[in-house]
């Protein structure tokens, strides 16, 4: 049998790129996203068969709508052999203005807890079926897309760096802990990927990337099983040095960076 991919965030963007690709390489795909429709118009337009693929109704930031897809893949195609938590949303907010608060919560809930709700059913699943195969060496692989916003807080862009921060953690931690169970945990990191969340900023975007590039270099990157990876290379460059640079340098060299588009912009 074909192997079976879970992807979140699949109705748009980087989901549905990487979607493509797994499907030019042969998987089956499990779709989940809030906009089903969106889905099954894309496998359609792409020929698809719908025994190779199935879409699942899905909001990451409802801990327990995820939950729910979850388990109907699992019922209904089996359990996956990688699973890519890639849903999130990006806005901005303004720490002065009290019902941005709610947004810092929308985007946590959204790219954090989403992240780690989108794992979790498939984690006894995929233990036990390496237990009936006997192959207790490699169980399954968690992937998790981060952002390179993750690695420095940008002046104005506080909740998207902040919950990508926390998806950088988490996944780290995260692999630590199942590795020695088998599981391998790919943490992705995208610079600037030409997609409907990045169509808003006013801001420049160095070394932007088509998506279908992207999907192509993190087919690859998950392949190869890098515990974490850049997209592109040359912003990994540049996340190296951001990683190093004193705040004080930072803070001159980004103070003048625009403030995120908030939701009532």
């Known amino acids: 049998m074909r192997p079976l991919v879970f992807i979140t965030g699949a109705s748009s963007g980087i989901g549905q790129a990487l979607a493509l690709r797994y499907h030019h390489a042969g998987w ?47 019922a209904e195609q089996g359990v996956p052999d ?11 907010m303004d720490t002065q203005v009290r019902q941005d608060l709610e947004v810092l919560q929308q985007v946590m809930n959204t790219n954090v807890v989403g992240m780690a709700a989108t794992f979790h059913p498939f984690l ?25 916003a993750g690695i420095r807080g940008m002046p104005g862009h506080a909740a998207y760096c902040a919950s990508k921060a926390a998806a950088i953690g988490y996944c780290e931690s995260l692999r630590g802990e199942l ?36 999907a192509e270099a993190a087919f690859q990157a998950i392949e190869k099983g890098h515990s974490f990876k850049v997209i592109p290379t040359p912003m990994a460059w540049v996340a190296r040095v951001l990683r190093i640079l004193p705040n004080t340098l930072f803070d001159r060299a980004f103070k003048n960076v625009p403030r995120k588009h908030r939701s009532t912009d």
Request: glycine share 6%; aromatic share 6%; proline share 6%.
């Open 28 to 74: 089956r795909l499990a779709l989940a996203a809030r906009r089903v429709p969106e889905m099954q118009a894309w496998l359609e337009t792409h020929g698809v068969s719908p025994e190779l693929a199935h879409c699942y109704l899905a909001d990451v930031s409802d801990v327990n709508s995820i939950i729910a897809a979850a388990n109907e893949c699992l």
């Open 82 to 92: 990688v699973v890519i938590a890639n849903a999130g949303i990006s806005i901005g």
């Open 124 to 148: 006894h699943a995929m233990k036990n079926r390496a237990v009936q195969m006997g192959h207790s060496q490699h169980v399954g692989t968690l992937v998790g897309i981060a952002s390179v």
């Open 179 to 214: 590795k020695p169970e088998g599981f391998k945990v790919v943490t992705l990191a995208p610079g600037y990927i030409k997609t409907p969340l990045t169509q808003k900023n006013k801001f420049p975007m160095p070394f932007l990337m088509s998506a279908t590039d992207f």
